[in-house]
T-cell receptor, first 112, second 113 residues
Framework: AQSVTQLGSHVSVSEGALVLLRCNYS??????LFWYVQYPNQGLQLLLK??????LVKGINGFEAEFKKSETSFHLTKPSAHMSDAAEYFC??????????FGKGTTLSVSS | DTAVSQTPKYLVTQMGNDKSIKCEQN?????MYWYKQDSKKFLKIMFS???????INETVPNRFSPKSPDKAHLNLHINSLELGDSAVYFC????????????FGSGTRLTVV
């Protein structure tokens, strides 16, 4: 069964520092992969998605992710963190023909 | 206009009660979903409907019953509420069952006391 594993339930960075949130997937076939963000008391918002086109995917708010088949990874990065990036981030994989399966989430804290 | 709207936003109720959560989308999407987010923020798919037809029914107690009167609405009825049902329930929709992008509602926080 397809699934994703997010490494690190909590990541803390300083404002202006690099953000790196890790996600590994398990799949027997190239998957469709996603990153979603959830701000406090809100629903989920799509940051970016990989659908077997370019391996480097650019998303909203300056985030990007790189699909690496050899490492079965889809890590999310942002060169310079902003206070407003503090939120919960979810990696997700789409099971063929059905629904999104989410990782357990990573809480990103940004300090000034 | 809110794309996916859920009502109510907060729901506090006693054990044993029956309650419903409503979801409506104005995006013209064919597929709708219910997810449960537990206290550890883990999101799990519960149900999915495509054009009023149930297509996903995960391992969920049969006290939970989804209903889709039309493709713009997907309601969730819960019977005999238990403490463990306390969670945030999210409704989502997508263009169709193959679409990549989901649009989520803002959630319904259910607290069972």
């Amino acid at each position: 069964a397809q699934s994703v594993t997010q490494l690190g339930s909590h990541v803390s960075v300083s404002e202006g520092a690099l953000v790196l949130l890790r996600c590994n997937y398990s799949s027997s076939v190239p998957p469709y992969l996603f990153w979603y963000v959830q701000y406090p008391n809100q629903g989920l918002q799509l940051l970016l998605k990989y659908t077997s086109a370019a391996t480097l995917v650019k998303g909203i708010n300056g985030f990007e992710a790189e699909f690496k088949k050899s490492e079965t990874s889809f890590h999310l990065t942002k060169p310079s963190a902003h206070m407003s990036d503090a939120a919960e981030y979810f990696c997700a994989v789409r099971r063929a023909g059905t629904a999104l399966i989410f990782g357990k989430g990573t809480t990103l804290s940004v300090s000034s | 206009d809110t794309a996916v709207s859920q009502t109510p936003k907060y729901l506090v109720t006693q054990m044993g009660n029956d309650k419903s959560i409503k979801c409506e989308q104005n995006l013209g999407h064919d597929t709708m979903y219910w997810y449960k987010q537990d206290s550890k923020k883990f999101l799990k798919i519960m149900f999915s409907y495509n054009n009023k037809e149930l297509i996903i029914n995960e391992t969920v107690p049969n006290r939970f019953s989804p209903k889709s009167p039309d493709k713009a609405h997907l309601n969730l009825h819960i019977n005999s509420l238990e403490l463990g049902d306390s969670a945030v329930y999210f409704c989502a929709s997508s263009q169709d069952r193959q679409s990549y992008g989901y649009t989520f509602g803002s959630g319904t926080r259910l607290t069972v006391v």
